[in-house]
Nanobody
């Protein structure tokens, strides 16, 4: 059974940074494509970033240059480093593998 547990969200001022973590069990994260998505109430869930089994990364336009997705194979954990945060980054952030989702972690950016 796949479990994805996000952590690291919180309240931060605009311009600040947060690092989100996604601890996985039931899969080996380095074997698959793992992703981060986000959702604002009333809107569709949208892609933030993905990392492939080979380590290649891809980012949504809103994340390029500010966010970095990475993984620690020894911890079976995927990270999302978010810098230069903006108010519009406020959302619930979800970790994803295939059809599996974590419960999300809230990120709130204040001005």
């Amino acid at each position: 059974q796949v479990q994805l547990v996000e952590s690291g969200g919180g309240l931060v001022q605009a311009g600040g940074s947060l690092r989100l973590s996604c601890a996985a069990s039931g899969i080996i994260v380095s074997h698959y494509v793992m992703g981060w998505y986000r959702q604002v109430p009333g809107d569709q869930r949208e892609l933030v970033a993905v990392i492939t089994s080979g380590g290649a990364t891809n980012y949504a336009d809103h994340a390029k240059g500010r966010f970095t997705i990475s993984r620690d194979n020894s911890k079976n954990t995927v990270y999302l480093q978010m810098n230069s945060l903006k108010r519009e980054d406020t959302a619930v952030y979800y970790c994803n593998y295939h059809r599996n989702w974590g419960s999300g972690t809230q990120v709130t950016v204040s001005s």
